[in-house]
């Protein structure tokens, strides 16, 4: 049996807890025991010791929003090209660096919402097999948007066809099937779109598009089949909707309201407000992305509410969890920790944006046995050279972080 000891200057159980001059000790690939130092008396025989005194040790990360197929390119046709120009085979092997990517950089846990062909969703299979090295997926398949919709847009030519790169639903009954096929291939989560951004009243800019009907019948036919809902939003009454009806969790969200926030409150629904992939819009020239002067202005508009709706959701007691939405317009890895920057940025305390990032994370993603460092649970943790609670930004360093999923140190692959 292998055992390693952890000896650090702090330690972060993810739910808040925070044991200064800590311990942690992993037997094979769980947690059995931690605390003080003081406590912990004779080391266990033949027991590797990992004595970091300066040092922090916390869960594993957990990025509760990315698109491991994708690239994150910023220019405006990028995303596009890459899923029609490139085979699904060869779209999942690129997905697989991806996802070592952003095991190395300390997430050790995401769920993957859209992507082609099914092939995230054999990703995830792969990683458990043991194929090939990444974080724990939890995958939607593809997301169902009505035809025209946020994951269904047009522009292609009237010769092309396209298989297994949208989801498009129209009705209550399709949007139960499309919930059915994309568990059959595999999905553990779903994903739907009920509401997308408007330019027709600046007052009001989003638009609700699928119906409320059909709404209900994607969540309750995931429901009865055992899986969560996401849904891409930006805001409006539909969101509300939903959120009554169950949905698990409003991703983006840029304009909530009281009565949505009490109500996602109430239901227990996650909010992931995607704040990085929205601040990545002003960092980089507007040409480059392909944004004309009304989709600035949507952008700015998204940008002043998404500070006021984290703001509402936090008061109200909803639950958030850090999502970045790497793969679109982001890379994998490297950036995923600024979100827990951005949420500090947005009011949370470090400690709560950890458990944001850890607890909460596993919590929508239905991981029971990671993100929060326990007796019994999995040894999948995150140990940063300094004082997390001091700066979070330490962890957007890569020489401070050392790695561990199952108890086993994750090498670097660069």
């Not at 916390?58 to 994708?70: E, F, K, Q, T, W």
């Not at 690239?71 to 596009?80: D, H, L, N, Q, V």
Request: with cysteine; proline share 3%.
């Amino acid at each position: 049996m292998s055992q390693t000891v952890f000896l650090v200057s702090k330690l972060l159980d993810g739910a808040g807890g925070v044991i200064e001059q800590g311990f942690l000790l992993v037997k094979n690939n769980r947690i059995a025991g931690l605390g003080r130092q003081a406590d912990l008396g004779e080391l266990p025989a033949n027991a590797t010791v990992i004595n970091a005194p300066h040092s922090t040790l916390l869960p594993g990360l957990i990025d509760s929003h990315v698109h491991l197929a994708y690239s994150g390119a910023i220019e405006s046709r990028a995303f596009r090209a890459e899923a029609s120009e490139m085979s699904y085979p060869l779209l999942a092997l690129r997905a697989a660096q991806h996802a070592r990517e952003t095991l190395e950089w300390g997430y050790t846990a995401v769920r993957d919402l859209n992507a082609p062909g099914g092939v995230i969703i054999d990703l995830a299979r792969a990683i458990n097999a043991g194929y090939v090295v990444g974080p724990r997926v939890v995958a939607c398949g593809l997301g169902l948007s009505i035809t025209s919709g946020h994951m269904d847009k047009g522009g292609w030519g009237d010769h092309v066809s396209l298989e297994g790169m949208t989801a498009p639903c129209d009705g209550p009954d399709q949007f139960r099937r499309g919930v059915r096929e994309q568990v059959k291939r595999g999905a553990t989560c779903i994903k739907i779109n009920l509401c997308g951004g408007s330019f027709r009243d600046w007052a009001n800019p989003w638009k609700q598009e699928m119906t409320d009907a059909e709404i209900e019948a994607a969540i309750d036919e995931a429901h009865r089949l055992e899986k969560k809902v996401a849904a891409h939003t930006s805001g409006g009454p539909s969101v509300t909707t939903a959120v009554r009806i169950g949905l698990d969790s409003v991703e983006h969200g840029r304009w909530l309201d009281q009565e949505c926030v009490e109500a996602m409150a109430e239901k227990g629904a996650f909010y992931v407000p995607t704040l990085l992939v929205q601040e990545n819009h002003f960092e980089h020239p507007w040409e480059s992305q392909g944004v004309n002067e009304q989709g600035r202005r949507w952008l700015e508009l998204g940008r002043e509410a998404m500070w006021e709706s984290l703001t509402l959701a936090r008061a109200a007691g909803v639950k958030c969890s850090t999502g970045t939405d790497a793969g679109f317009m982001l890379p994998h890895g490297s950036v995923n920790a600024r979100e827990i920057e951005l949420f500090v940025k947005g009011g949370f305390t470090p400690l709560e944006a950890i458990t944001a990032a850890t607890k909460h994370g596993a919590e929508l993603l239905d991981l029971d046995e990671v993100g929060t460092l326990e007796v019994g649970k999995i040894a999948d943790l995150l140990l940063v050279h300094g004082d997390v609670l001091a700066d979070v930004r330490i962890l957007q360093e890569q020489e401070n972080l050392r790695v561990f999923k199952d108890g086993v140190e994750v090498t670097r692959s660069g």
